[in-house]
């Protein structure tokens, strides 16, 4: 596989935060392992462990000149995705951190095409 692309949005997320000389190992480790996991020719942020998902917001991840609504989903989706990734994967447990019923919640995850946890 020839890795391409990094998501536009992904390096200048990364670059609003300053990441300090010690925590350039586990940034160098989350972009290998993003390269591992990746099915396409481009990283995204999901692809990311959440040590650095953490440190970068979600709203300086989504590019210039993308509606709102698109936005505002890329956030949803990512909420989704950490919820069911704190949940291990058990839809119930994962709308419970959201506060959301579990129809919604799979609703969602239909809408937005998420993945089940393997």
């Not at 020839?2 to 536009?8: C, K």
């Not at 440190?55 to 919820?83: C, G, H, Q, S, T």
């Not at 291990?88 to 919640?105: D, F, M």
Request: aromatic share 4%.
């Amino acid at each position: 596989m020839s890795l391409e692309i990094i998501e536009r949005s992904l390096p200048r997320g990364l670059a609003k935060k300053q990441f300090p000389m010690k925590n350039v190992r586990e940034l160098e480790n989350g972009i290998e392992r993003a390269v591992v996991l990746c099915r396409g020719d481009a990283i995204s942020p999901d692809l990311l462990p959440d040590t650095i998902r953490q440190k970068i917001n979600p709203f300086m991840i989504a590019e210039e000149n993308v509606p709102f609504k698109d936005k505002v989903d890329r956030y949803r989706k990512l909420l989704i995705m950490d919820a069911l990734q704190k949940a291990n994967g058990v839809q119930k447990e994962a709308a419970g951190v959201l506060r959301i019923k579990p129809t919604t919640l799979n609703e969602m995850i239909k809408r937005y095409n998420i993945k089940a946890m393997a």
